[in-house]
T-cell receptor, first 109, second 114 residues
Framework: DQQVKQNSPSLSVQEGRISILNCDYTNSMFDYFLWYKKYPAEGPTFLISISSIKDKNEDGRFTVFLNKSAKHLSLHIVPSQPGDSAVYFCAAKNEKLTFGTGTRLTIIP | KAGVTQTPRYLIKTRGQQVTLSCSPISGHRSVSWYQQTPGQGLQFLFEYFSETQRNKGNFPGRFSGRQFSNSRSEMNVSTLELGDSALYLC?????????????FGDGTRLSIL
């Protein structure tokens, strides 16, 4: 039962443009959401998080949006840079952290 | 500030053996969680320890066990290894004393079962 879904396994974006990564969840008990970035041969790196009482959180080039009624989460990266090329995981927390299967983002120079 | 340290980085075992993986959390972090990452399943939660007690547990068989020491370092043990246990095992730490705190990951132990 995949409670957190990232339906796009891959995404390619031109450098300088906006990257939008999407995530859907099914469990309405999730109260905290996070995005992680992962490079090959490294562990996931925490990017940004949002509590369920908010609908937007911004940190530099990264903005996370939460639509609770649609059970949808998105990460916006503006402007996209070549170093952003990585696999991005969304995660949702109730008592434990549940991860999506990841989206591979490729930034084209 | 040193990050989460996992040892060893790579390990090769054969079916039926047992293995112990180690994780040293970020200084001051009291919560340690373990995850299994496989290509088909993504990151799957194994268990979480806080102050030497298991606080949460995922849906893995009893062959997977863990413990946490008084200095917050944690070990994970897998007994009677199976081919399907080949995976990247990740450890993550957080302060753990408040509900919504991000977890910080180590670089993992790559376990291969022959």
């Amino acid at each position: 039962d995949q409670q957190v879904k990232q339906n796009s396994p891959s995404l390619s974006v031109q450098e300088g443009r906006i990257s939008i990564l999407n995530c859907d969840y099914t469990n309405s008990m999730f109260d905290y959401f996070l995005w992680y970035k992962k490079y090959p041969a490294e562990g996931p790196t925490f990017l940004i998080s949002i509590s369920s009482i908010k609908d937007k959180n911004e940190d530099g080039r990264f903005t996370v949006f939460l639509n609770k009624s649609a059970k949808h989460l998105s990460l916006h990266i503006v402007p996209s840079q070549p170093g952003d090329s990585a696999v991005y995981f969304c995660a949702a927390k109730n008592e434990k952290l549940t991860f999506g299967t990841g989206t591979r983002l490729t930034i084209i120079p | 500030k040193a990050g989460v340290t996992q040892t060893p980085r790579y390990l090769i075992k054969t079916r039926g053996q047992q293995v112990t993986l180690s994780c040293s959390p970020i200084s001051g972090h009291r919560s340690v969680s373990w995850y299994q990452q496989t290509p088909g399943q993504g990151l799957q939660f194994l268990f979480e320890y806080f102050s030497e007690t298991q606080r949460n547990k995922g849906n893995f068989p009893g062959r997977f066990s863990g413990r946490q020491f008084s200095n917050s370092r944690s070990e994970m043990n897998v007994s009677t290894l199976e081919l399907g246990d080949s995976a990247l095992y990740l450890c993550a730490s957080s302060l753990g004393d408040l509900p919504n705190q991000p977890q910080h990951f180590g670089d993992g132990t790559r376990l291969s079962i022959l």
